[in-house]
C-alpha cells in the first residue's frame, strides 16, 4: 500500500484522526495489530510475542516503536513519525509507557494482544483505556478515492474468477468442496490478489451454512454450490458470492433464488447516501419475509470492507448510521433451509452522491453449469 498512497493522503488522515481524538477527549492513540497502523503509516505490525506499538499523542509527533529486527521493513516517514527500535533486553511496554506520560485518556488498538494491554495498564495505573476503534472505525469506514480505486481493482479481479465459475470454466460435480475451492484460491492469486483470505465451497446440504468450510463432500450432479470468496489485492479486501446449480434447478430453487435475487437488487438500490444502515438491511429482510422466507435468512446484509474485510459500516438491524459518500459495503442476503439447500447473491457497493454503485458486476441470475 505504502508505494501507492501518497504521503499527503496518510498526513491527512492522521490529521483527521486528530480532530477526532480531540472531540472525545482521547490523549493518545496506541496502535499495535490490525489495520489502523497500516492505515496511517504503511506498515503493518507483525504479530508476535514482541511489541510494535505506534504511540500517537493528540499534541506530539507520533512515535513507532518496533523490535530492531523489524525497523528495515519499516518505511520510514520522518515527517510523518519518528521511529524508536528497541533491543531484546529492553522493555518495550516502558518505553510506550515514558512515551505516554501523564495523558490520561489511552486508546488502544482493538486487536493489540491482551497481554500487552494489561502490562501496560500496570506501567500506566492512571490512565484509562478504550479501543482505538472508537476513534478510527468512522474515519476509515469513509474511503478516499484511493481507497475506492483499490477496491475497484481488487472486486474486478475477483470478478474474472466469479465469471470462471458461472460459465462453467471451473469443474463441479465429481470434485470435492475442497479441491474446488483451493481451485478458487489459486485463480484468485492469478489475477492479482496477494492473499486467498477464505474461499467457501458448500455444495448441497451443506449450501445452507453460510460460512461452510470447504471440505470432502464431492458435488453431485442436480444440486446448488454456494461459492463466497475473496483476498487482498494491493491491500484492499475483495469478497463476493454467487450460486451456481449443477444441471436444471427444480421450480421450488428457482423460486427461492428469485426471491434472493429481488431482495438483493431493492437492497443494493436502498444504499443511497443519509439511509441508516438498518434501512438498508430491512429492504433485503421484507423482501424475503414476503416471499416466505424470512425465517431462513439468518445474517445481517452486509458489513464494510476495505483493508480488512470485516469492518464498519455494518448493514445490520440497531446500526442507524446513515451511509455516507465514500462507505465501502457488502450486500449479501442469503436463503438457508437446514439440512436441504440455500443460496447467498454478495456484491461489494460504494455509497456515492450519485447513488449506490455495484463494484461487482458478475451477472446475478441463478447460474446453471452442466452436470
Ligand atoms: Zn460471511
Ligand atoms: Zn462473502
Ligand atoms: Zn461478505
Redesign the pocket.
Known sequence: MSRRVREGARAARVERVRARMGELGVDALLLSLGADLPWLTGYEAMPLERLTMLVLPSDARPTLVVPRLEAPRVEHDEELFALLPWDETDDPVRLVADLVGSRASLSVSDRTWATFVLDLQDSLPAARFSVASRVTAPLRAVKDDEEVAALRRAAAAADRVATQLVSGDIALVGRTEADVSRDIGRRLVAEGHQRVNFA?VGSGPNSASPHHGAGGRVIAAGEPVVC???GTFDSYCS???RTVFTGAPPPEYRDLYSVLEAAQAAAVDAATVGTPCEDVDAVARRLIDDGGYGPHFIHRTGHGIGLEEHEDPYLVGGNCEPLAPGHAF?V?PGIYLEGRWGARL?DIVVATAAGPEAINGVDHGLAVVEA
Open positions: 467457501i463466497d470468496f475473496g469478497d463476493i458470492t457488502s449479501e454478495e
